[in-house]
Nanobody, 118 residues
Framework: VQLQASGGRIGAGWGLSETLLCTSR???????MGWFQQAPGKEREFVAS????????EYVDSVKGRFTISRGNDQNTVILQMDKLRVEDTAAYFC????????????WGQGTQVTVSS
């Protein structure tokens, strides 16, 4: 099962927006999908996740009100809409999936870099 991440930009403007996409052909095997960020020299941290059966997303406090996670119309894509970007949002963003019966996100896509310039 593969997760394919896309989007991201080096040089995204402060206060502006960016959209990240994560696509998988087997989302039917996933309980939840989400995004994590890893800044240089730091641990990978949770950003947002969403249930594949519907409902609202869950977010780390630092992105609440600025980022929105949603499922695409094709049901194979999860979208992270990043608005009001801040310099501290600069990180590599990783798409992740949690399968049914598992307690953690254990499937990972490749990272996509978002660099916010002031």
């Amino acid at each position: 099962v593969q997760l394919q991440a896309s989007g991201g930009r080096i040089g995204a403007g402060w206060g502006l927006s960016e959209t990240l996409l994560c696509t998988s052909r087997r989302t039917d095997r996933f309980l939840r999908m989400g995004w994590f960020q890893q800044a240089p020299g730091k641990e990978r941290e949770f950003v947002a996740s969403i249930s594949m059966s519907g409902g609202s997303g869950e977010y780390v406090d630092s992105v609440k009100g600025r980022f929105t996670i949603s499922r695409g119309n094709d049901q194979n894509t999860v979208i992270l809409q990043m608005d009001k970007l801040r310099v501290e949002d600069t990180a590599a963003y990783f798409c992740a999936a949690r399968r049914f019966g598992r307690s953690k996100f254990e499937l990972w896509g490749q990272g996509t870099q978002v660099t916010v310039s002031s």
